[in-house]
């Protein structure tokens, strides 16, 4: 059966009570009690210490259910809407979802990230179609190729310097999943420029690509999203989809170009979008 993980803090979760019956919802609780009983009924409800962001709840998961299916798991924090307005909606899609599935449309609208242009022009090109726009990055100074975003950037040159590597020469992606005993990820990420990833670490995979990661490289995965290093937790919410297996897009011999996502060929973004 497809399930909902939900890493929640205090958030309000009246709203999983809409979620399309054909998903068991999972919410792993790191805040206050819950203590209705729709929502009880509804969802299995694992009590967690308030550690390492949702990185660490999804990782939690991971290790404890651990299911070789074609199933889906949806990974989430506890309000999505956020950075996927139409969440309930692209759950109810899920029969059209590529096995790695990006799930959200932007960071925060009213903070104009990604600007409103590039949100309009999507939003054109989807022609009708659920809110859906993963974003392409660089793998060296973690920022979008379409705008200049000065939180991601800050994030990259600070993971960056704490580590040795010189600015915009550094694999950001690559030292993290070598850091995780993750090599084959590593050099992928070393041959490549760019990435892709979905806004809010809100994103579904089939279980047999979380099976596929080894156990050993989990916890050091976990581990890693721990450490209290508040630019730990924003590495891994661009490498979710890798994890996964998305492919790395652009190899390093071509030039990187700020091209929309929804321009690239369909093979160099294969998250992209539901119907």
């Given at each position: 059966?497809?399930?909902?993980?939900l890493?929640?803090?205090k958030?309000?979760?009246?709203?999983?009570l809409?979620?399309?019956?054909?998903?068991?919802?999972?919410?792993y609780?790191?805040?206050d009690?819950?203590?209705?009983?729709?929502?009880?009924?509804?969802?299995?409800?694992?009590?967690?210490?308030?550690i390492?962001?949702?990185?660490?709840?999804?990782?939690?998961?991971?290790?404890?259910?651990?299911?070789?299916?074609?199933?889906?798991?949806?990974?989430?924090?506890?309000?999505?809407?956020?950075h996927?307005?139409?969440?309930?909606?692209?759950?109810?899609?899920?029969?059209?979802?590529d096995?790695?599935?990006?799930?959200?449309?932007?960071?925060k609208?009213?903070?104009?990230?990604?600007?409103?242009?590039?949100?309009?022009?999507?939003?054109?090109?989807?022609?009708?179609?659920?809110?859906?726009?993963?974003?392409?990055?660089?793998?060296?100074?973690w920022?979008?190729?379409?705008f200049?975003d000065?939180?991601?950037?800050?994030?990259?040159?600070?993971?960056?310097?704490?580590?040795?590597?010189?600015?915009?020469?550094?694999?950001?992606a690559?030292?993290?999943f070598?850091?995780?005993?993750?090599?084959?990820?590593?050099?992928?990420?070393?041959?490549?420029?760019?990435g892709?990833?979905?806004?809010?670490?809100?994103?579904?995979?089939?279980?047999?690509?979380a099976?596929?990661?080894?156990?050993?490289?989990?916890?050091?995965?976990?581990?890693?999203?721990?450490?209290?290093?508040?630019?730990?937790?924003?590495?891994l919410?661009?490498?979710?989809l890798?994890l996964?297996?998305a492919?790395?897009?652009?190899?390093?011999?071509k030039?990187?170009?700020?091209?929309?996502?929804?321009?690239?060929?369909?093979?160099?973004?294969?998250?992209l979008r539901?119907?």
């Amino acid at each position: 059966m497809n399930k909902v993980v939900l890493a929640r803090y205090k958030e309000d979760i009246s709203w999983i009570l809409d979620i399309p019956v054909d998903f068991k919802v999972i919410v792993y609780n790191k805040g206050d009690e819950i203590t209705s009983e729709e929502i009880l009924e509804r969802a299995e409800v694992v009590n967690r210490p308030n550690i390492g962001r949702e990185s660490e709840t999804y990782i939690h998961h991971m290790m404890t259910s651990w299911e070789n299916t074609e199933d889906y798991t949806v990974y989430s924090q506890a309000d999505p809407f956020l950075h996927s307005p139409d969440f309930l909606k692209l759950l109810a899609a899920w029969r059209d979802w590529d096995d790695v599935q990006a799930l959200s449309w932007c960071w925060k609208e009213e903070r104009d990230v990604p600007p409103r242009d590039l949100l309009s022009v999507a939003r054109a090109s989807l022609d009708g179609r659920l809110l859906v726009r993963p974003e392409l990055y660089s793998l060296t100074n973690w920022g979008p190729l379409e705008f200049f975003d000065k939180g991601a950037r800050g994030m990259g040159l600070v993971y960056t310097m704490i580590n040795g590597g010189a600015p915009e020469q550094f694999n950001i992606a690559a030292h993290v999943f070598r850091r995780c005993k993750l090599e084959a990820l590593a050099q992928a990420a070393e041959a490549h420029a760019v990435g892709v990833f979905s806004y809010g670490a809100i994103f579904a995979a089939r279980n047999t690509c979380a099976y596929s990661i080894p156990r050993e490289a989990l916890i050091h995965l976990r581990n890693f999203a721990c450490e209290p290093i508040p630019a730990h937790g924003y590495m891994l919410e661009r490498l979710w989809l890798h994890l996964m297996g998305a492919p790395f897009v652009r190899p390093k011999s071509k030039t990187i170009e700020a091209r929309p996502a929804y321009e690239l060929p369909s093979h160099l973004v294969p998250v992209l979008r539901v119907k």
